[in-house]
């Protein structure tokens, strides 16, 4: 295994990214789930030429902002790809001007990571409209962090 390399995500990595958000099932794109894949607001990680993570953002207004997909390779998982992904997509957001971030997630273990890692705090859930994520979950959790906080933290 190589170093793990984080960059900008370019428009011909985009098969590339679908087949990745695919092994969580969230290639279903463009769907009422997730209307479109913006590469230009993504970041991927590779491992050598091996695409392995994938994380997006969304900027909804002068001072909020969304993360949209993020997806590290199943056999990749345990080895910082995720937090780096994380922290790439928060930082573009801060210096867009963002103070709050808003996540939706499915999975238990991924909302505990996001407020252990990033400080997240839940405020609600959202009624998946469409099959993704994981098909058992029938909602999404929504999280939101205060991104100046976490940012006078570092």
């Known amino acids: 295994m190589s170093e793990i390399v ?3 995500a370019r428009e011909e990595d985009v098969p590339e990214m ?3 958000l695919e092994t969580a099932n969230m290639h279903y794109i463009p769907s009422e789930e997730m209307a479109e894949l913006d590469w230009r607001c993504f970041f991927v990680a590779r491992d050598g030429e091996r695409m392995v993570g994938l994380s997006g953002y969304k900027i909804l207004s002068p001072t909020e902002g969304k993360t949209t997909l993020m ?6 998982r345990g080895r ?3 937090i780096r992904l994380q ?3 928060l930082e573009a957001m801060a210096a867009r001007g963002v103070k709050k971030v808003t996540t939706n997630a499915d999975l238990p273990k991924t909302i505990a990571w996001y407020k252990k890692h990033f400080g997240y705090y839940e405020v609600g859930t959202l009624a998946k409209i469409h099959e993704f994520g994981d098909p058992d979950i029938d909602s999404w959790t929504t999280l939101e962090m205060d991104l ?3 940012a006078a933290k570092r």
Do not use: F, S, Y
Request: aromatic share 4%.
């Open 71 to 76: 997806v590290v390779d199943p056999v990749c």
């Open 6 to 8: 984080i960059e900008p």
């Open 87 to 89: 922290t790439v997509r």
């Open 80 to 82: 910082g790809i995720g």
């Open 18 to 20: 679908m087949q990745l």
């Open 148 to 150: 100046e906080a976490w």
